[in-house]
């Protein structure tokens, strides 16, 4: 069964430096990738998919992740965070032809001043 | 674009009582709709989907249902509460012009 891991349950990084959150994914087909950003008592919202051609995408506001289909991971950078950027960001992926998103068990980023 | 509107936006029950918790969804025909349950401090339980009126395809077994009376209405209910169903309950669509899901603001449930 595809599943998603995200290996850090909580990464604290002070203001203005650079973070990595990881994703590793099983899948043996085609898979859409994606990352969410869930700020407290909210809905989760969009941050950057992968679908395919360029395997690294970009959000506007500064995150970028890139797909690597031999190590099947799916990590989210961002060279300089804000304290704005203090969430809780969540790895999904959906197999090509099905509907279901299987969804890691989130990150929370805590960006310390 | 898609807008998805849950409500209540809060609510506490006592245990053994019913819910209703309500989402619709404008901007977007036919889509497949989804219920998730985020426990405190956990990830996302995927309840329910659907990719079409009346069919409902269930992923966990437990007291809950769920109804799609209407394209874009889908509605996740409960004959009687349990404490263990407290938790944050986040509506969600797709559609075929795109590949990602959109989510509604969520529904707070305390059951006391």
């Known amino acids: 069964a595809q599943s998603v891991t995200q290996l850090d349950s909580q990464v604290p990084v002070f203001e203005e430096a650079p973070v990595e959150l990881r994703c590793n994914y099983s899948s043996s087909v085609s898979v859409y990738l994606f990352w969410y950003v869930q700020y407290p008592n909210q809905g989760l919202q969009l941050l950057l998919k992968y679908l395919s051609g360029s395997t690294l995408v970009e959000s506007i506001n500064g995150f970028e992740a890139e797909f690597n289909k031999s190590q099947t991971s799916f990590h989210l950078r961002k060279p300089s965070v804000h304290i704005s950027d203090t969430a809780e960001y969540f790895c999904a992926a959906r197999t090509s032809g099905t509907y279901k998103y299987i969804f890691g068990t989130g990150t929370r980023l805590k960006v310390l001043a | 674009s898609q807008t998805i509107h849950q409500w209540p936006a809060t609510l506490v029950q006592p245990v053994g009582s019913p819910l209703s918790l309500e989402c619709t969804v404008e901007?977007?025909?036919?889509?497949?709709l989804y219920w998730y349950r985020q426990a405190a401090g956990r990830g996302l339980q995927l309840l329910f989907y659907s990719v079409g009126i009346g069919q409902i395809s269930s992923e966990v077994p437990q007291n809950l249902s769920a109804s799609r009376p209407q394209d874009r209405q889908f509605i996740l209910s409960s004959k009687k509460l349990l404490l263990s169903d407290s938790g944050f309950y986040l509506c969600a669509c797709s559609h075929g012009g795109v590949y990602e899901q959109y989510f509604g603001p969520g529904t707070r449930l305390t059951v006391t």
């Open positions: 901007g977007t025909s036919n889509p497949n």
